[in-house]
Protein backbone atom coordinates (compact mmCIF):
# COMPACT_ATOMS: atom_id res chain seq x y z
CA UNK A 1 0.00 0.00 0.00
CA UNK A 2 1.15 3.66 -0.64
CA UNK A 3 0.73 4.97 3.21
CA UNK A 4 3.54 1.85 4.16
CA UNK A 5 5.88 2.46 1.32
CA UNK A 6 8.91 3.68 1.55
CA UNK A 7 12.17 4.89 -0.41
CA UNK A 8 15.36 2.32 0.10
CA UNK A 9 18.76 3.67 -0.42
CA UNK A 10 20.36 1.84 -3.23
CA UNK A 11 24.39 2.20 -3.24
CA UNK A 12 26.10 2.15 -6.13
CA UNK A 13 29.66 2.01 -6.79
CA UNK A 14 31.46 2.27 -9.91
CA UNK A 15 35.23 3.16 -11.33
CA UNK A 16 36.04 5.34 -14.60
CA UNK A 17 39.26 5.12 -15.98
CA UNK A 18 39.90 8.16 -19.00
CA UNK A 19 42.37 6.50 -21.89
CA UNK A 20 43.74 10.06 -22.23
CA UNK A 21 45.48 8.73 -26.04
CA UNK A 22 42.31 7.34 -27.49
CA UNK A 23 40.53 11.02 -26.21
CA UNK A 24 42.98 12.66 -27.79
CA UNK A 25 43.06 10.51 -31.39
CA UNK A 26 39.15 11.31 -31.49
CA UNK A 27 39.15 14.99 -30.49
CA UNK A 28 41.88 15.65 -32.65
CA UNK A 29 39.87 13.52 -35.61
CA UNK A 30 36.55 14.94 -34.41
CA UNK A 31 37.82 18.56 -34.74
CA UNK A 32 39.66 18.25 -37.97
CA UNK A 33 36.53 16.49 -40.15
CA UNK A 34 34.14 19.24 -39.06
CA UNK A 35 36.67 21.76 -40.11
CA UNK A 36 36.52 19.49 -43.58
CA UNK A 37 32.93 19.70 -44.05
CA UNK A 38 31.67 23.19 -42.46
CA UNK A 39 34.84 25.53 -43.47
CA UNK A 40 33.65 28.22 -45.60
CA UNK A 41 35.99 28.44 -48.02
CA UNK A 42 36.43 25.75 -50.48
CA UNK A 43 39.36 25.49 -51.08
CA UNK A 44 40.39 25.95 -47.63
CA UNK A 45 42.62 28.69 -48.65
CA UNK A 46 44.75 27.00 -51.11
CA UNK A 47 45.72 24.84 -48.54
CA UNK A 48 46.06 20.79 -48.65
CA UNK A 49 43.89 20.22 -45.21
CA UNK A 50 44.09 16.39 -45.65
CA UNK A 51 47.93 16.78 -46.15
CA UNK A 52 47.83 19.14 -43.20
CA UNK A 53 46.08 16.46 -40.80
CA UNK A 54 48.24 13.75 -41.77
CA UNK A 55 51.34 15.80 -40.89
CA UNK A 56 50.20 17.25 -37.34
CA UNK A 57 48.67 13.58 -36.62
CA UNK A 58 52.28 12.07 -36.87
CA UNK A 59 52.41 14.44 -33.30
CA UNK A 60 49.67 12.68 -31.47
CA UNK A 61 51.69 10.09 -29.92
CA UNK A 62 53.51 12.69 -28.08
CA UNK A 63 50.71 13.92 -26.79
CA UNK A 64 50.95 13.84 -23.18
CA UNK A 65 48.85 16.51 -21.57
CA UNK A 66 45.90 19.53 -22.12
CA UNK A 67 48.32 22.02 -22.81
CA UNK A 68 50.13 19.86 -25.60
CA UNK A 69 46.94 19.03 -27.13
CA UNK A 70 45.74 22.35 -27.50
CA UNK A 71 49.27 23.78 -28.73
CA UNK A 72 48.72 20.89 -31.50
CA UNK A 73 45.27 21.59 -32.09
CA UNK A 74 45.85 25.67 -32.55
CA UNK A 75 48.62 25.21 -34.99
CA UNK A 76 47.25 22.89 -37.37
CA UNK A 77 44.14 25.30 -37.00
CA UNK A 78 46.64 28.34 -38.10
CA UNK A 79 47.59 26.59 -41.06
CA UNK A 80 44.51 27.81 -42.78
CA UNK A 81 45.49 31.43 -42.02
CA UNK A 82 41.92 32.36 -41.21
CA UNK A 83 40.14 34.78 -38.54
CA UNK A 84 37.66 34.02 -36.27
CA UNK A 85 39.75 30.03 -35.53
CA UNK A 86 40.94 29.01 -32.32
CA UNK A 87 41.04 25.81 -29.78
CA UNK A 88 40.55 26.23 -26.13
CA UNK A 89 40.22 24.11 -23.26
CA UNK A 90 40.08 24.29 -19.84
CA UNK A 91 40.40 21.89 -16.89
CA UNK A 92 41.62 21.45 -13.13
CA UNK A 93 45.07 20.86 -14.32
CA UNK A 94 44.69 23.86 -15.65
CA UNK A 95 44.08 25.82 -12.95
CA UNK A 96 46.88 28.79 -11.07
CA UNK A 97 47.15 27.51 -7.48
CA UNK A 98 48.08 31.54 -7.34
CA UNK A 99 47.33 34.49 -9.03
CA UNK A 100 46.57 38.35 -8.84
CA UNK A 101 44.78 41.31 -9.98
CA UNK A 102 45.87 44.31 -10.96
CA UNK A 103 44.15 47.05 -8.25
CA UNK A 104 43.11 49.89 -10.69
CA UNK A 105 42.59 53.35 -9.30
CA UNK A 106 40.93 55.29 -11.92
CA UNK A 107 44.62 57.61 -11.59
CA UNK A 108 47.29 58.03 -14.26
CA UNK A 109 50.53 58.74 -13.28
CA UNK A 110 53.16 61.01 -14.91
CA UNK A 111 55.72 59.01 -17.33
CA UNK A 112 58.12 60.79 -15.80
CA UNK A 113 57.89 61.17 -12.45
CA UNK A 114 55.78 58.02 -11.74
CA UNK A 115 54.05 59.00 -8.33
CA UNK A 116 52.45 62.26 -9.51
CA UNK A 117 49.21 62.46 -10.36
CA UNK A 118 49.29 63.04 -14.40
CA UNK A 119 45.17 62.67 -14.96
CA UNK A 120 42.06 61.68 -12.72
CA UNK A 121 39.82 59.32 -15.35
CA UNK A 122 36.29 60.32 -15.94
CA UNK A 123 33.98 58.36 -14.39
CA UNK A 124 36.34 56.27 -12.58
CA UNK A 125 36.63 55.39 -8.86
CA UNK A 126 38.62 58.54 -7.93
CA UNK A 127 36.31 60.76 -10.00
CA UNK A 128 33.69 61.34 -7.38
CA UNK A 129 32.95 64.70 -6.02
CA UNK A 130 33.77 64.04 -2.10
CA UNK A 131 37.30 62.65 -3.63
CA UNK A 132 39.58 65.82 -3.41
CA UNK A 133 42.60 64.10 -5.90
CA UNK A 134 44.20 66.59 -8.23
CA UNK A 135 46.84 66.45 -10.87
CA UNK A 136 50.12 67.22 -9.25
CA UNK A 137 49.09 65.41 -6.14
CA UNK A 138 52.55 62.78 -5.32
CA UNK A 139 51.20 59.37 -4.08
CA UNK A 140 53.12 58.97 -0.33
CA UNK A 141 50.96 56.00 0.97
CA UNK A 142 49.21 53.15 0.02
CA UNK A 143 46.44 51.62 2.57
CA UNK A 144 49.26 53.53 5.50
CA UNK A 145 52.56 52.03 4.09
CA UNK A 146 55.03 54.44 2.93
CA UNK A 147 55.73 53.87 -0.86
CA UNK A 148 59.28 53.80 -2.02
CA UNK A 149 59.70 56.05 -4.89
CA UNK A 150 62.33 53.56 -6.24
CA UNK A 151 60.10 50.39 -6.80
CA UNK A 152 57.70 49.87 -9.23
CA UNK A 153 54.57 51.74 -8.52
CA UNK A 154 52.34 48.94 -9.70
CA UNK A 155 53.94 46.74 -6.77
CA UNK A 156 51.37 48.85 -4.71
CA UNK A 157 48.43 47.80 -6.40
CA UNK A 158 48.76 43.89 -7.04
CA UNK A 159 47.18 42.12 -5.13
CA UNK A 160 45.91 38.05 -4.39
CA UNK A 161 42.04 39.68 -4.82
CA UNK A 162 40.31 42.85 -5.57
CA UNK A 163 39.75 44.87 -1.83
CA UNK A 164 36.49 46.70 -1.47
CA UNK A 165 38.50 49.65 -0.74
CA UNK A 166 42.06 50.83 -0.68
CA UNK A 167 42.94 54.08 1.23
CA UNK A 168 45.44 56.42 -0.80
CA UNK A 169 47.62 59.06 0.56
CA UNK A 170 49.10 62.02 -1.23
CA UNK A 171 51.32 65.04 -0.79
CA UNK A 172 49.87 68.22 -1.85
CA UNK A 173 52.65 71.53 -1.25
CA UNK A 174 52.55 71.40 2.43
CA UNK A 175 49.68 69.21 2.65
CA UNK A 176 48.61 65.40 3.12
CA UNK A 177 45.21 64.24 2.01
CA UNK A 178 44.38 60.71 2.37
CA UNK A 179 41.31 59.65 0.27
CA UNK A 180 39.40 56.29 0.48
CA UNK A 181 38.25 54.85 -2.80
CA UNK A 182 36.56 51.76 -3.70
CA UNK A 183 39.03 50.46 -7.32
CA UNK A 184 37.55 48.63 -10.26
CA UNK A 185 38.99 46.16 -12.22
CA UNK A 186 41.62 46.88 -15.22
CA UNK A 187 39.22 46.45 -17.78
CA UNK A 188 36.58 49.02 -16.23
CA UNK A 189 39.40 51.52 -16.04
CA UNK A 190 40.20 50.85 -19.95
CA UNK A 191 36.39 51.00 -20.76
CA UNK A 192 36.36 54.91 -18.63
CA UNK A 193 39.37 55.84 -20.70
CA UNK A 194 38.37 54.52 -23.95
CA UNK A 195 34.65 56.64 -23.26
CA UNK A 196 36.88 59.79 -23.07
CA UNK A 197 38.58 59.32 -26.31
CA UNK A 198 35.30 59.40 -27.92
CA UNK A 199 34.04 62.31 -25.99
CA UNK A 200 37.48 64.23 -27.10
CA UNK A 201 36.72 63.18 -31.06
CA UNK A 202 32.79 64.55 -30.41
CA UNK A 203 34.64 67.88 -28.68
CA UNK A 204 36.43 68.12 -31.80
CA UNK A 205 33.92 67.73 -33.89
CA UNK A 206 31.31 69.86 -32.35
CA UNK A 207 34.57 72.75 -32.14
CA UNK A 208 35.13 72.41 -35.47
CA UNK A 209 32.08 71.89 -37.44
CA UNK A 210 30.04 74.56 -35.15
CA UNK A 211 27.97 71.88 -34.25
CA UNK A 212 26.60 71.10 -37.42
CA UNK A 213 27.89 68.14 -37.64
CA UNK A 214 27.04 64.80 -36.02
CA UNK A 215 29.53 62.32 -34.51
CA UNK A 216 28.78 58.94 -33.84
CA UNK A 217 31.30 56.16 -32.60
CA UNK A 218 30.61 52.40 -32.16
CA UNK A 219 33.33 50.38 -30.23
CA UNK A 220 31.68 47.01 -31.59
CA UNK A 221 28.75 45.95 -33.52
CA UNK A 222 26.69 44.58 -30.44
CA UNK A 223 23.67 45.26 -29.25
CA UNK A 224 24.53 47.65 -26.48
CA UNK A 225 26.53 49.91 -28.85
CA UNK A 226 23.30 49.42 -31.79
CA UNK A 227 21.16 51.00 -29.09
CA UNK A 228 23.47 53.76 -28.12
CA UNK A 229 23.76 53.99 -31.95
CA UNK A 230 20.40 54.69 -32.22
CA UNK A 231 20.39 56.94 -29.57
CA UNK A 232 22.93 59.26 -31.03
CA UNK A 233 20.90 59.11 -34.38
CA UNK A 234 17.30 59.95 -32.98
CA UNK A 235 18.66 62.31 -30.87
CA UNK A 236 22.32 64.63 -32.08
CA UNK A 237 22.31 63.41 -35.62
CA UNK A 238 18.29 64.19 -36.05
CA UNK A 239 19.15 67.46 -35.50
CA UNK A 240 22.51 68.21 -37.20
CA UNK A 241 23.25 68.30 -40.99
CA UNK A 242 25.63 65.84 -41.24
CA UNK A 243 26.92 62.53 -40.22
CA UNK A 244 30.76 61.16 -39.03
CA UNK A 245 29.93 57.63 -38.13
CA UNK A 246 33.14 56.15 -36.49
CA UNK A 247 34.33 52.35 -36.92
CA UNK A 248 37.91 52.67 -35.94
CA UNK A 249 38.97 50.35 -33.15
CA UNK A 250 35.67 48.54 -33.84
CA UNK A 251 35.87 44.86 -32.70
CA UNK A 252 32.79 43.37 -34.81
CA UNK A 253 29.74 41.99 -33.78
CA UNK A 254 26.44 41.18 -36.01
CA UNK A 255 24.69 44.26 -36.06
CA UNK A 256 25.92 45.39 -39.67
CA UNK A 257 22.55 45.11 -41.04
CA UNK A 258 20.47 47.45 -38.56
CA UNK A 259 23.10 50.18 -39.11
CA UNK A 260 22.86 49.80 -42.62
CA UNK A 261 19.27 49.79 -42.85
CA UNK A 262 18.89 53.04 -40.34
CA UNK A 263 21.69 54.82 -42.72
CA UNK A 264 19.07 54.13 -45.95
CA UNK A 265 16.35 55.76 -44.94
CA UNK A 266 15.75 59.06 -47.07
CA UNK A 267 12.87 61.59 -47.51
CA UNK A 268 10.12 60.19 -49.83
CA UNK A 269 7.10 63.01 -48.25
CA UNK A 270 6.74 65.51 -46.11
CA UNK A 271 3.57 66.08 -44.27
CA UNK A 272 1.92 69.16 -41.72
CA UNK A 273 -0.53 70.10 -39.72
CA UNK A 274 -2.07 73.38 -40.81
CA UNK A 275 0.14 76.45 -40.45
CA UNK A 276 2.27 74.07 -39.55
CA UNK A 277 6.14 73.58 -40.37
CA UNK A 278 6.77 70.30 -42.82
CA UNK A 279 8.31 67.36 -41.57
CA UNK A 280 9.48 64.42 -43.58
CA UNK A 281 8.87 60.80 -43.68
CA UNK A 282 10.14 58.86 -42.92
CA UNK A 283 10.70 60.92 -39.50
CA UNK A 284 13.96 60.41 -40.16
CA UNK A 285 16.48 60.52 -43.15
CA UNK A 286 20.54 60.35 -42.81
CA UNK A 287 21.07 59.09 -46.37
CA UNK A 288 20.06 62.90 -47.22
CA UNK A 289 22.52 64.32 -45.44
CA UNK A 290 26.22 63.90 -45.91
CA UNK A 291 27.95 61.02 -44.45
CA UNK A 292 31.64 60.47 -43.63
CA UNK A 293 32.31 57.01 -42.63
CA UNK A 294 36.07 56.65 -40.74
CA UNK A 295 37.46 53.02 -40.83
CA UNK A 296 40.94 51.89 -39.87
CA UNK A 297 43.36 49.02 -39.82
CA UNK A 298 41.85 47.91 -36.53
CA UNK A 299 38.10 48.21 -37.81
CA UNK A 300 37.32 44.44 -37.77
CA UNK A 301 34.89 41.83 -38.59
CA UNK A 302 31.29 42.96 -38.99
CA UNK A 303 32.80 46.53 -39.15
CA UNK A 304 34.37 45.40 -42.30
CA UNK A 305 31.11 43.82 -43.39
CA UNK A 306 28.95 47.32 -42.98
CA UNK A 307 31.70 49.57 -44.30
CA UNK A 308 31.33 47.21 -47.64
CA UNK A 309 27.84 47.53 -47.22
CA UNK A 310 28.06 51.32 -47.12
CA UNK A 311 30.00 51.63 -50.14
CA UNK A 312 27.72 49.48 -51.85
CA UNK A 313 24.92 51.43 -50.94
CA UNK A 314 26.40 54.55 -51.98
CA UNK A 315 25.88 56.07 -48.66
CA UNK A 316 28.75 58.81 -48.60
CA UNK A 317 32.67 58.84 -48.26
CA UNK A 318 34.39 56.63 -46.76
CA UNK A 319 37.69 57.97 -44.93
CA UNK A 320 40.82 56.45 -43.42
CA UNK A 321 42.94 52.63 -44.05
CA UNK A 322 42.39 49.40 -45.28
CA UNK A 323 40.16 47.23 -42.58
CA UNK A 324 42.15 44.25 -40.58
CA UNK A 325 40.60 41.24 -43.26
CA UNK A 326 39.40 39.58 -39.81
CA UNK A 327 35.41 38.32 -41.08
CA UNK A 328 34.05 35.23 -41.31
CA UNK A 329 30.96 34.20 -39.71
CA UNK A 330 31.51 31.53 -37.02
CA UNK A 331 29.58 28.77 -35.30
CA UNK A 332 31.47 26.27 -32.86
CA UNK A 333 30.95 22.50 -31.31
CA UNK A 334 32.10 21.18 -28.05
CA UNK A 335 34.50 18.21 -27.49
CA UNK A 336 33.95 15.10 -25.09
CA UNK A 337 35.95 16.47 -22.33
CA UNK A 338 34.65 20.14 -22.63
CA UNK A 339 37.01 21.83 -25.04
CA UNK A 340 35.40 23.96 -27.70
CA UNK A 341 36.70 25.47 -31.00
CA UNK A 342 35.42 27.94 -33.25
CA UNK A 343 33.85 26.95 -36.87
CA UNK A 344 34.00 29.70 -39.58
CA UNK A 345 31.06 28.80 -41.77
CA UNK A 346 29.99 31.76 -43.87
CA UNK A 347 32.45 34.19 -45.62
CA UNK A 348 31.69 37.43 -46.59
CA UNK A 349 31.52 38.55 -50.63
CA UNK A 350 30.83 41.88 -52.55
CA UNK A 351 27.75 41.89 -54.58
CA UNK A 352 29.40 40.30 -57.24
CA UNK A 353 30.92 38.01 -55.83
CA UNK A 354 34.63 38.79 -56.81
CA UNK A 355 35.74 40.34 -53.11
CA UNK A 356 36.80 38.32 -50.10
CA UNK A 357 36.46 40.25 -47.44
CA UNK A 358 38.49 38.34 -45.51
CA UNK A 359 40.85 38.39 -48.09
CA UNK A 360 40.50 41.77 -49.55
CA UNK A 361 39.18 43.89 -46.12
CA UNK A 362 37.89 47.27 -47.30
CA UNK A 363 39.39 50.20 -49.07
CA UNK A 364 38.57 53.59 -48.31
CA UNK A 365 37.80 56.63 -50.80
CA UNK A 366 40.29 58.82 -49.32
CA UNK A 367 43.07 57.06 -47.43
CA UNK A 368 44.37 59.05 -44.53
CA UNK A 369 47.01 57.40 -41.94
CA UNK A 370 47.11 58.39 -38.38
CA UNK A 371 50.93 57.83 -37.69
CA UNK A 372 52.02 56.83 -34.26
CA UNK A 373 53.59 59.82 -33.95
CA UNK A 374 50.18 61.22 -34.28
CA UNK A 375 48.94 59.30 -31.70
CA UNK A 376 51.54 60.50 -29.26
CA UNK A 377 51.08 63.95 -29.78
CA UNK A 378 47.52 63.26 -29.58
CA UNK A 379 46.36 64.63 -33.26
CA UNK A 380 43.49 62.65 -35.20
CA UNK A 381 44.09 63.57 -39.32
CA UNK A 382 41.81 60.95 -40.55
CA UNK A 383 39.03 62.80 -37.96
CA UNK A 384 39.72 66.32 -39.37
CA UNK A 385 39.90 64.84 -42.87
CA UNK A 386 36.05 63.65 -42.10
CA UNK A 387 35.24 67.31 -40.63
CA UNK A 388 36.56 69.00 -43.47
CA UNK A 389 34.53 66.58 -45.83
CA UNK A 390 31.59 66.48 -44.55
CA UNK A 391 31.91 70.67 -44.25
CA UNK A 392 32.49 71.00 -48.11
CA UNK A 393 29.84 68.71 -48.89
CA UNK A 394 27.36 71.41 -47.01
CA UNK A 395 28.56 74.03 -49.02
CA UNK A 396 28.06 72.09 -51.97
Given at each position: ?33 N????F ?38 G ?11 S ?27 S ?35 EM ?6 M ?10 G????T ?7 Y ?14 K ?13 Y ?12 N ?22 T ?12 T ?14 A ?7 A ?8 N ?8 V ?25 S ?27 R ?16 L ?20
Amino acid sequence: MLTTAKATKIEIAYEFKRNLRDEFNQMFEELWANLEENFYNETFHDTDWKGIRDRYKEYLPHVNNRNDLSRLMNDMLGELNSSHMGFSTSGEDDEEFYSTVSISTGLLFDENDSYRVSHVVKNGPADIADKDIRVGDILTAVDGKAVDPEVNREMYFNSPSMPEEISLTFKRGNDTITAKIHPESYYSIRNDLYDEWVDQKQSLVDKESDEQIAYVHMKNMGGGELENFLIEMTSEAYQRDGLILDLRYNTGGNVHNDVLQFLTQRPYLQWKYRNGDFASQPNFTPAAKPIILLVNEQSLSDAEVAAAGFKELGLGTVVGTETYRWIIFTSGKGLVDGSFYRLPSWGVYSLDGSDNLERTGVTPDIEVVNTFKDRLLDRDPQLRRAIQLALDQLEN
